[in-house]
């Protein structure tokens, strides 16, 4: 009987369609972590003016396990979040991400990808501490090695992809996503390009916070507008080095 076979080469192909920039790639993985309940997202780089440089994205999320990874990041156009309402768990953000982008911005912007996620185990969240972890996943995908291959069904059991579940972890859950062995160098305007986009993830501060008295005189309505993608209120600051 006859049957469909994807290329290998459908990441690099949908990549270059969905995201046309490096720095949109990377605000793709800010809105991950933002769709993942973070209050907190850092986003270092290393070498980044050189090829083979290195950048980490790191969030205070609800993390994954390895059979939430599987669904959502290594199944092709996976529903985890196309179901159901469309709202995160803790502070019923409305999601921001579809379609696996990040995914694809993981392969545009590097070589390699190493995922370290520990997931929340439940319990109400700690104003302070996050969320308490309970197991989590640790996983490797060589976007070379998958490329060498003629099809996606042919990757298993050649190392391209690697996942080990972590069934003992404790502590503060998040997810770690290593991206080294970057694809290009990224330029000044890059960096400013990409500083200009995360900034449009927040609204500025003179939208949302209390109008002074010298302003509105006259009680008003309410004293700050409330973000209507997010039920309850939580902060999602982030702060980028180099």
């Known amino acids: 009987m006859a049957g469909f076979e994807v290329d290998t080469k459908l990441f690099r192909e949908l990549g270059e369609l969905l995201v046309g920039r490096d720095s949109t790639a990377l605000v793709e993985l800010v809105k991950n972590s933002y769709d993942a309940d973070a209050t907190k997202v850092e986003i270092y780089g290393v070498g980044l003016a050189d090829e083979g440089g290195e ?39 409305r999601f921001t991400g579809e379609k696996g982008v990040g995914r694809l911005a ?16 439940g319990t109400p969240r700690d104003p302070l501490g996050g969320f308490a972890a309970i197991g989590g996943v640790d996983a490797i995908i060589d976007w070379d090695a998958v490329e060498a291959q003629p099809t996606l069904a042919s990757v ?7 996942v080990e579940s972590v069934g003992n972890a404790v502590g503060t859950a998040g997810t770690s996503l290593r991206l080294h062995n970057l694809r290009r160098k990224w330029t000044p305007r890059d960096l400013a390009r990409f500083h200009g986009e995360v900034a449009t993830l927040t609204p500025p501060e003179l939208l949302v916070e209390p109008l002074p008295s010298t302003v509105v005189r006259k009680p008003v309505l309410f004293e700050s507008p409330f973000v209507r993608d997010a039920r309850n209120p939580g902060a999602f600051p982030s702060r980028v080095g180099r």
């Not at 298993?156 to 690697?162: D, L, S, Y």
């Open 156 to 162: 298993e059991g050649t190392g391209a992809v690697v």
């Open 55 to 93: 950048i980490v994205v790191s969030d205070d999320g609800t993390g994954m396990n390895d059979a939430e990874f599987s669904k959502g990041f290594l199944t092709i156009a996976g529903r985890s979040k196309s179901d159901g309402e469309r709202r995160s768990p803790w502070f019923e953000r």
């Open 106 to 121: 993981a392969h545009k912007l590097a070589r390699m990808l190493e995922v370290a996620s520990r997931r929340w185990d």
